[in-house]
């Protein structure tokens, strides 16, 4: 099972990529995503307390249960216009 | 009517006027964000909007959507600048048309929260040496 | 920075945005007043604007202060239109300029509302058949 | 004692003519000589009730003294922009 994850600001910069592709586990959450593709590069519990997420250009909750194909969005804190 | 564009051209303001302005409506509110010079006694020389496009036109239409549940409202724009901004420079500007000039301006004001708290928009200011992602606290939904 | 203008021409948008735009300010709220095709039921095919100049000058400068001293706002403008005008045109434009966009918008929905109630404007509707001017409530002061 | 009379809109209309210069009396109010000068021309009470005046373009209370050189301006309900 494929995810297509898309990285944003201060995210994209440290992760030095805009988007990859990645392989989840079945049933795997999107906290539980969040915390093997981002902890390395963000070592401060506080970042992810602000992160939000959206699935599928929608806002989706940490426990959401990823599906095949699913294109996932980290987002920081946002600033709007 | 609803017109939502981002682009990396000065915003046109007469296009957004022109996109709600309509004969059956007396009143036009417009929000317009400009780059200030400073933030949080810092002096900004210029910054750079980076948007998430796709869900940002899903979530502006989200919130035209419940404000026109909201308000009666005739038609509804928004103009996202993405990309180096100037000092003075417009980031933004929303406008609303309403039939009644209350509406429009509750209308107006209110996108504007909505906007700023859900809108997939990330803003990076430059200083004098150095730069900066623009953390706000948001909601999200 | 004030700008309070009768025209007996198109409103220049740009004039008055110009007026207001300062780069210490985020936020610029705008409000447009334009001629609808109806009031009342009724078919309006134009109108004809009558300012009492002087003291209009003289109150919406009050109302600017009055603003200034509830609102922490950089400039204000306002552009009223005079003689006839037709159906779409623009018969108001109120800006106001803030550091942050709440204050700006609260302070150009208060400035709407004031001068609704005390800006000696009136107001001629032409329909079909005849013409009437057009009576709201006031408040005067 | 003379002041000038400033006339808009309907009463503008009815009286013909956007302004006059008339004699008042010693300690005339404003709605003296309202009804000496607007009675005439409007004959419904109604009319009354939603009119304000200004003096020297501020505005002024119905018992407000006229003073030689005052300008006195009827207010019809205004409509705004």
């Known amino acids: 099972m494929k995810v297509k994850l898309l990285f944003f600001a201060m995210i994209r910069e440290k ?3 805009d988007e990859v592709d990645m392989e989840i586990f079945p049933g795997e959450t999107l906290e539980q ?3 093997r593709v981002l902890a390395p590069a963000f070592p401060h519990a506080r970042f992810f307390k602000s992160l939000l997420y959206a699935v599928n250009e929608e806002y989706a909750g940490p426990q959401t249960i990823l599906r095949d194909g699913d ?3 980290f ?3 946002v600033a709007g216009g | 009517m609803l017109l939502i564009k981002i682009t990396k051209e000065n915003i046109n303001r007469e296009e957004v006027r022109r996109a709600v302005a309509h004969p059956d409506c007396g009143a036009i509110a417009t929000f317009e964000g400009d780059i200030r010079n400073h933030n949080d006694g810092k002096e900004v020389l210029g910054l750079e909007y980076e948007v998430y496009e796709k869900m940002f036109q899903a979530e502006v239409k989200k919130i035209f959507h419940e404000l026109a549940q909201r308000w009666e409202v005739k038609a509804c724009a928004l ?3 993405v990309g180096r901004l100037d000092v003075g420079e417009a980031g933004i500007v929303i406008a609303v048309s309403s039939p009644h000039r209350h509406s429009g301006m509750a209308a107006c004001a209110w996108a504007i929260e909505e906007f700023k708290k859900r809108a997939p928009v ?3 200011e430059y200083y004098l040496t150095d ?3 623009v953390l706000c606290n948001h909601g999200g939904k």
């Open chain 1, 15 to 17: 992760i030095g990529k």
């Open chain 1, 33 to 35: 995503l969040t915390q």
């Open chain 1, 71 to 73: 294109e996932v969005a």
């Open chain 1, 75 to 77: 987002i920081p804190p």
């Open chain 2, 79 to 81: 103009v996202q600048r």
């Open chain 2, 122 to 124: 990330w803003k990076k």
């Open chain 2, 131 to 133: 730069a900066q992602w």
